[in-house]
């Protein structure tokens, strides 16, 4: 918390501490008669800096009436107005009440949510029209619900009013407490400035866009389960370079999307992290997407992890990549999705926490990055086990991870080597020598001399459509994790450049030949880890020269299910997995692989020969 929050909320309390003592407590109700008493609320709110009791705090309580005790806030009309900087807690119930906040721009309004439900019925529940932060903090222990109507009032859509809870200024959510959000409006959660997600057990609905933080989103812990007809997460600026971002980690994530499950115009980071995107149109779509840990599983009907400009829609985009070459993104329907909300039962504990900071939460979330996620036995489930590698599990994710002993279940093959006539030698290829073409395994010289030739021209990925001058300033990076990826589109699309340094990676791509499992309009650099690629061999083309030796498999088909297996001249299995989807190519990237070495790549019942 900046020193200018800490000191505004030690004064809050001061002041509430002098006007209690010397002064009487103010009450309002929207009913004139009655006599009904609200009760000061006992506990503790937390903040690094200072544990405050909230029994001084002002009570709001919903019910058939509203009863306010304390100063800071009137009530009319079925409508709470808190007017001044302090801390209030909501208690109750009410079918029919809404929260306005409007107070000194320089002033943080807290809200502790305390097993209170509230719905209303003319626009969004809370509505913080101007502060310098509004806070809302789930109480530990208590079960807490704000949803709007499906219609609001000729007011709340003159004033742009879009979300159950929404805020023209900063807003911050966290508490050891659940909260259910339902946007049943448009959107579920809503700032124009920065949204900050601390910790908390929290479940959102939305008739569109769940989370929008149009400056930033910061999630930093919790347990959050998102279920968005539109985007589930989604931060729009890109004027301003220091905003438009999402950062997460910390965090144990559930989102099923109709569009984009995470959206940002500049930048996407995750730190670290469970987040499993159950289905979606695209998974994670920004100009430049940092992964820097976390176990990530994505199920998306078009591309599921995409770098593209920022200011542009899918729609924009026209031709790009190198890796699968060039491709027109077609308009998909925002509504299509068919999903499940998971039942998240884990829960969070501890003192409740108002600080607005960027600092992780140590007991909450899926691990910090001292102590990296692992992954989880069994959970991969449709998607897939990672690939498996003989020598002991993978434990620590600061260094490369390890494939645990076994067969892995569902995920991709280990593709081979192209031969040179495997690689499409039609109009399609660019820059092949089209000398090099061995019905089997080719001319090893040549086919180096053309990924190499690839490399230099830009076409990277083999070279279809791979043009340079159409890639962007942008890259996708990753640094490590576990990375699970089932795409109908394109798995990994940049439209820039793509880094992959550490991390076990598996891609299955799409089962037609109009998409590919990865597709790099500009450069490639694969530096170490593990990378396992599975799909169609229509649009995939190599890598080109990389650090990182790569066996390639072109044109043996496997099915869903099939273990692909890489075994040495000795029969050692060196790298495994099992295949998502039906398709016909296979790639196998790791620092196990020695380069210009023969191996062997079981498929199902068949073996091929693969040159790395």
């Not at 542009?312 to 985009?317: A, D, F, K, V």
Request: aromatic share 4%; glycine share 10%; proline share 2%.
């Amino acid at each position: 918390m900046r020193r200018r929050e800490i000191a505004i909320i030690l004064s809050v309390v001061m002041a509430f501490s002098v006007c209690l003592s010397g002064c009487s407590s103010k009450k309002s109700s929207n009913s004139s008669s009655s006599s009904v008493t609200a009760q000061a609320s006992s506990g503790i709110v937390e903040t690094e800096a200072k544990s405050y009791d909230i029994s001084d705090a002002t009570t709001i309580s919903f019910g058939d009436d509203i009863e306010i005790d304390g100063e800071g806030a009137e009530s009319s009309d079925n409508k709470v107005s808190i007017t001044k900087a302090g801390i209030y807690v909501l208690e109750g119930e009410s079918d029919d009440a809404s929260i306005e906040v409007e107070c000194s721009k320089e002033e943080d309004v807290i809200l502790v949510l305390k097993d209170v439900s509230l719905q209303s019925k003319t626009g969004p529940v809370i509505n913080c029209i101007q502060s310098n932060k509004l806070i809302i903090n789930l109480y530990e222990g208590t079960k807490n619900s704000l949803s709007d109507s499906s219609d609001y009032s000729d007011e709340a859509v003159e004033n742009d009013l879009t979300a159950a809870v929404y805020s023209k200024d900063d807003l911050t959510i966290n508490g050891a407490g659940e909260l259910t959000v339902t946007g049943n409006y448009k959107d579920a959660v809503s700032t124009k400035d920065d949204l900050n997600i601390k910790s908390g057990t929290i479940s959102i609905t939305a008739a569109d866009d769940a989370l929008v933080g149009k400056e930033s989103i910061e999630i930093t812990g919790g347990t959050i389960d998102i279920k968005a007809e539109n985007d589930a997460i989604k931060s729009t600026e890109y004027q301003d370079t220091e905003k438009g971002f999402i950062t997460i980690e910390n965090t144990k994530l559930t989102i099923n999307a109709g569009d984009d499950a995470i959206h940002s115009e500049l930048n996407i980071t995750i730190n670290s992290g469970d987040i499993s995107i159950e289905s979606c149109e695209e998974g994670m779509e920004s100009q430049n997407i940092t992964i820097n840990n976390g176990i990530i599983n994505i199920v998306a009907k078009d591309d599921a992890v995409n770098i593209t400009e920022a200011g542009t829609t899918s729609s924009e985009e026209s031709f790009g990549g190198g890796f699968g070459g060039g491709h027109f993104r077609e308009n998909s329907d925002n509504n299509s999705s068919d999903t499940d909300n998971k039942d998240n039962t884990q829960q969070n504990s501890g003192n409740t926490d108002t600080q607005d900071n960027t600092q992780k939460s140590s007991d909450e979330g899926s691990g910090d990055m001292d102590n990296p996620p692992q992954r989880p036995d069994g959970e991969n489930s449709d998607m897939g086990t990672p690939p498996q590698r003989p020598d002991g599990e993978n434990s620590d994710m600061g260094t490369p991870p390890q494939r645990p002993d076994g067969e892995n279940s569902d995920m991709g093959t280990p593709p081979q080597r192209p031969d040179e006539a495997n690689a499409n030698t039609d109009d399609s290829t660019q820059n092949q020598d089209e000398s090099s073409t061995d019905s089997k395994t080719g001319s090893e010289n040549t086919r180096k001399d053309w990924f190499e030739k690839g490399q230099k021209d830009g076409s990277n990925f083999g070279g279809r459509g791979g043009m340079m001058e159409n890639a962007i300033d942008g890259t996708l990076t990753i640094n490590n994790g576990i990375i699970t990826i089932d795409a109908g589109g394109d798995g990994l699309d940049s439209n820039g450049n793509l880094i992959v340094n550490n991390g076990i990676i598996t891609v299955s791509g799409s089962e037609n030949g109009g998409n590919s499992a990865i597709d790099v309009a500009g450069t490639v650099e694969l530096n170490g880890g593990e990378l396992y690629v599975s799909g169609n061999q229509g649009m995939a083309e190599s890598p080109g020269s990389t650090s990182l030796s790569y066996i390639e498999v072109r044109g043996t088909s496997f099915s869903a299910g099939d273990t692909i297996k890489v075994t040495d001249k000795k029969g050692n299995e060196v790298y495994s997995f099992k295949a998502a989807k039906s398709g016909d190519y296979i790639l196998v990237a790791g620092e196990d692989i020695e380069s210009d070495t023969t191996y062997t790549v079981k498929i199902g019942s068949e073996e091929v020969e693969a040159q790395s």
